[in-house]
């Protein structure tokens, strides 16, 4: 049985996560930003579908990607010097959470970003801890993706891409700015194919929890990004 979380509950101890499936470690609670920050704080974050409650995750091993281990592939490169490309960050997030809620163009599309989570990163990026990088092309967003930046950590959440390698080039933006803000790790919770492309690793939990601590005690100004970059040494 996993631990039922009333609304002022903390979280249970990361080590009682279930192993299968996936380190699932509590369910109830709420999508308020004090809940949700306090949760990536941790390394937990919400999954769940329409018709269950809200579950939260923390897995052994974790998917990440180290800023300075980006790879990029020839192909990719090749379309990273597409000049038809404009890359934007925070300038669209609500058509970025509906993109990623609707892959495939289908409305719903089995996607586990209900309402209730959509109306919840939204209220985030209100706050400015919430953001997306993405890809126009020819005045259309062509993908993106978003995730929380916390101190110096990034959580990626989702993507989605209307057009080739669209949120791969996202992604790639999106890393590069971070390596030049100082953020020291993504979290993608779990294993893709098509992150491992891009360089993203596993690592034991224990070792993804004592990072996390170091990177989000970082001093950060909550805000958007669609304004110029700051400074190196100024948290976004």
Known sequence: MIPWLGRD???????SALKQPNGLLAAGA???????????????????????????WSPDPRMVLIPAELKISRSLAKTLRNRRQEIRFDTAFEAVLHGCATRGGVAGGGTWITDAMRDAYLRLHQLGYAHCAETWIDGELAGGLYGVAI???????????????ASKVAMVHLVRRLQRQGYGMIDCQMHTAHLASLGARTIARSEFSLRLRELVDYAATPCTWDAPEPDNDVAA
């Open 9 to 15: 509950d903390p979280f249970p101890p990361l080590n």
């Open 30 to 56: 709420d999508l308020s930003p004090q809940r949700l920050l306090g949760a990536y704080r941790q390394g937990i974050f919400p999954w769940y579908s329409q018709d269950e409650p809200i579950l939260w």
């Open 151 to 165: 101190g110096r950590m990034f959580y990626g959440e989702s993507m989605f891409t209307r057009a080739r390698d």
